[in-house]
Structures are given as structure tokens and as C-alpha cells.
């Protein structure tokens, strides 16, 4: 039997907290219950996130108004949340999962599957790490990933939409993580490509960056379809420089083009670049991320950031003016307006 385990609770947490025990609870070989590890946190009434999460089978903060299932039971201590499973689902903000790893590392059952559902990376002196990297080294674990068109609201209110799950060699895993997650309205296929999915999820972050400025200055439908597309470019150069088995079909995928579309359409690093522009750069990202999402947090800054990292340790920033052109403009060295002079910084041929 099958026990799993979901270390996150924010909005996309509790999303899938809610798909997975919808599964669990009909299909056999999956014990009923799902623990879900809560980053606890008092609330303004004084009771902890964790009480009133089993108390009312609600995510009051990151998902209100959603009941999540019976069979969910938020638990405040990581090292007991893991401890019976052998299927973790890794879902908290990218930022938080080196500490994460370290406080699991030896905790975990050795027969554990893990896959991630996280959009970001690490920054290393070599080149990036992706976050199933980092879970694979640090926990010794196989780690597949789940990305896609993924807006958590609407998912929550069951409205249909796709997912794609990547793996590498282990297929029997990715066909038990597709049967966790599909439902009649979640509709999940996999890939045998983890590097391209993680990279699709994790760089349309920058991409939903650039395209909220543009919004924010009121550049109408076609300026958001042209950052759409060289965005889109920009991020299979950037996945295939680093990983060459990245497959050109993934982009294609629910993780490839649709995420990007709905993430430049309706998602938090879109609204809040929106807002950056429209306060002409002069209020910081984190002021407003504080503001407007309330404990949600935002990937795309910080990913522009590690972008320019990696890029700039090898000479290769020329090559990605849009990448570059989001650090420049997140970190106030240029205006909102310069996301339109990108042909300025000469993109090269090849991407
Ligand atoms: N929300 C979406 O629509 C959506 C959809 C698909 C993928 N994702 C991805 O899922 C991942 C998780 O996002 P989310 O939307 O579930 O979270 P969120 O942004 O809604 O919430 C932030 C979470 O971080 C937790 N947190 C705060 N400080 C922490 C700390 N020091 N250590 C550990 N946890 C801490 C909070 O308790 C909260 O659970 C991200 O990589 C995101 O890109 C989100
Ligand atoms: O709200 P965002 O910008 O974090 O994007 C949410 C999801 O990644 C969309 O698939």
C-alpha cells in the first residue's frame, strides 16, 4: 500500500492535497489518509493554521472556502509528517527547500518515491540545480516532477485543465503518480523528460514577469504575444545550453506553452509585475508580493535573479535580452518601459 505525504500547505499545496485524497479514498492500493505538513503560523485570531485546518477541513489562509477532504490531516511537525510515507509531493516555495532537505535527509523511509511539484531552482558555481536534483541528492530518492496550466484557483474549484508529469527511466512511478493526480477534471500525462518540465515551470515564472509589465503599461494584446514568444524562446535556449536532453516536444506540452500562456494571462508574478510597473518601478517587488498576496509567494523575481546568475558566470547574458532585461528592471536598474527595447541588447541568431 501507498502513503503519501504533501510537505507544503500554501495555495497550490492545499490544491493538491485536496486532488490527491479525492484519489486516495477511491483507489485501493493508496491508504486513505494524507498528511500534509503546515508551515505553522498563528493566525490573526491567535490559533494556529494547523488547529483550524483539522478543525474545519479548510486552508483558511491559502484556500479559503475549499474544503480539502476528511482523509487531509495538517501536521506542524515535519520529521512525523514523513515518516510513514513512501510517496512524498513536494510543494513549497523553491527558496525553502535547501533547509527542507537538510531536516529530511535520513528521516525518510528508504522505499520512498518523491516528486516535485515546485517551480524554481538552485543557483550552484556550476550551473543550476533543479529542485529534483536537490531532493534526488540530498534524500537519496528518486524525484519525478508535476508542472502545468496550473492556476491553483480555479483547479480548486474543479474546473478542467492539464498537467504534465516528468520522469527519467522510472515509468512504473510516473504511471502510479498519474493515477494519484488524474480526476475527471485534472488531466495528467507523462513524459520521460524531468529537466524539460522542471525548466518549462520554473523559467515561464520570468516570462509571467515581463509579461505583467507590459500590462502594468498598458502595451495592449500584441506586445504581450511578442514577450510571449521570445520568452518562449528564450526558455528552450536557456534548457537546452544546460540540460541538451531537454526534447523540443515538451514545450508543447501542458508544462510548456499552456502554463506559460495561463501564467501571463492570470497568475501572482503577472499581477504584481502589473503593479510594479503601474508604480513606475519606484515601489520593490517584496513590498508589494507582501501586499497584494498576503504570505503567498512570488518565483519569478527570484528566478530572474538566479537566471542572471548562471548566465552572467558564464558570458552568456547577451544571448537572453529578455531574461536579462527582467533582472535589470526588477532590481530597479532600468525602467518598466526598457522590457520593449529588448532588440536593444542585440538577442544573438542562434537562439
Ligand atoms: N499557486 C499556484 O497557482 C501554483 C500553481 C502551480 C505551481 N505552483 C508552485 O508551487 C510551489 C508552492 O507554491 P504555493 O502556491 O503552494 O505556495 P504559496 O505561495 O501560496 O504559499 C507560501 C507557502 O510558503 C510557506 N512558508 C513561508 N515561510 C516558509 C518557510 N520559512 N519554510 C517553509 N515554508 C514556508 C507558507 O506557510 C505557505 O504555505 C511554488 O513553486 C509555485 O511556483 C503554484
Ligand atoms: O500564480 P503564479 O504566477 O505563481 O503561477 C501559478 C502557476 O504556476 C500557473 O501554472
Known amino acids: 500500500m501507498f502513503k503519501v505525504t504533501v510537505v507544503g500547505s500554501g495555495n497550490w499545496g492545499s490544491v493538491a492535497a485536496k486532488l490527491i485524497a479525492s484519489n486516495t479514498i477511491r483507489l485501493a492500493s493508496f491508504h486513505d489518509e494524507v498528511r500534509m505538513w503546515v508551515f505553522e503560523e498563528k493566525l490573526p485570531s491567535g490559533e494556529k493554521l494547523t488547529d483550524v485546518i483539522n478543525k474545519t477541513n479548510e486552508n483558511v489562509k491559502y484556500l479559503p472556502g ?3 477532504g476528511k482523509n487531509v490531516v495538517a501536521d506542524p511537525e515535519l520529521e512525523n509528517a514523513v515518516k510513514d510515507a513512501n510517496m512524498l509531493v513536494f510543494v513549497t516555495p ?33 550551473g543550476p540545480t533543479m529542485i529534483s536534483t536537490l531532493i534526488t541528492k540530498q534524500l537519496g530518492i528518486n524525484c519525478s516532477v508535476l508542472m502545468g496550466a496550473n492556476i491553483a484557483n480555479e483547479i480548486a474549484l474543479e474546473k478542467f485543465s492539464e498537467a504534465t508529469v516528468g520522469y527519467n527511466q522510472n515509468k512504473l512511478a510516473a504511471e502510479r503518480w498519474v493515477e494519484l493526480f488524474n480526476t475527471p477534471y485534472f488531466n495528467v500525462t ?25 500590462d502594468g503599461l498598458e502595451m495592449g494584446n500584441n506586445t504581450k504575444a ?8 528564450e526558455m528552450r535556449a536557456f534548457s537546452k545550453m544546460w540540460f541538451p536532453s531537454v526534447k523540443d516536444n515538451t514545450f508543447f506540452e501542458s508544462c510548456g506553452v499552456a502554463d506559460l500562456i ?6 501572482r508574478n503577472r499581477k504584481v509585475a502589473d503593479a510594479y510597473a503601474r508604480n513606475g518601478g519606484k515601489r520593490p517587488f517584496d513590498e508589494l508580493e507582501a501586499e497584494m498576496l498576503q504570505g503567498q509567494k512570488l518565483q519569478g523575481v527570484l528566478t530572474a535573479q538566479e537566471v542572471h546568475e548562471v548566465l552572467s558566470h558564464r558570458g552568456w547574458l547577451h544571448m537572453f535580452p529578455l531574461f536579462s532585461a527582467v ?4 532590481t530597479g536598474r532600468l525602467p518598466p518601459s526598457a522590457i520593449v527595447k529588448i532588440s536593444d541588447l542585440k538577442p544573438s541568431s542562434n537562439l
Open 262 to 267: 495561463t501564467t501571463c494571462m492570470g497568475g
Open 190 to 214: 507523462a513524459v520521460e523528460d524531468v529537466e524539460g518540465v522542471e525548466l518549462c515551470g520554473t523559467l515561464k515564472n520570468v516570462v509571467a514577469i515581463a509579461a505583467g509589465f507590459v
Open 226 to 233: 511578442a514577450i510571449m514568444r521570445i520568452g518562449l524562446k
Open 66 to 68: 475549499i474544503k480539502l
Open 327 to 330: 533582472h535589470a528592471i526588477s
Open 94 to 126: 523553491h527558496q525553502f527547500m535547501e533547509g527542507i532537505c537538510k531536516r529530511l535527509a535520513g528521516k525518510i523511509r528508504s522505499d520512498t518515491e518523491g516528486i516535485s511539484l515546485i517551480k524554481g531552482m538552485e543557483v550552484k558555481k556550476e
